[in-house]
């Protein structure tokens, strides 16, 4: 069955980076396009960041909010969809989950304070 495995997620402060990996599996992961999305308490989840099927970056588009600041990349070897944070402001604070097809992972927190 599909597995989606988040982490990578902690305490940093404002301006700082992170990068969060998902590890997926049950699935053919190089056919599929995959999402990171995230939702902070009292909000509803929010789309963050969507990968095509291909590793060159073509194919890849963001929120508003996070487009320059985030990067998403994939590595189909590995399974694996990684979400690259910089400049990181308190309200990207949140649980941040991959997507496959609307099925979420258990997630991995990401706390910015200073």
């Known amino acids: 069955q599909v597995q989606l495995v988040e982490s990578g997620g902690g305490l940093v402060q404002p301006g700082d980076s992170l990068t969060l990996s998902c590890v997926a599996s049950?699935?053919?992961?190089?056919?599929?396009?995959m999402n990171w999305y995230r939702q902070a308490p009292g909000k509803e989840l929010e789309f963050v960041a969507g990968?095509?099927?291909?590793?060159?970056?073509?194919?890849?588009f963001y929120a508003e909010s996070v487009e320059g600041r985030f990067t998403i990349s994939r590595d189909n070897a590995k399974g694996t969809v990684y979400l690259h944070m910089s400049g990181l402001k308190p309200e990207d604070a949140a649980i941040y989950y991959c997507?496959?097809?609307?099925?979420y992972g258990q997630g991995t927190q990401v706390t910015v304070s200073s």
């Open positions: 997507d496959h097809k609307g099925f």
């Open positions: 990968s095509g099927v291909r590793e060159s970056g073509h194919s890849t």
């Open positions: 049950g699935f053919t992961f190089s056919e599929y396009s």
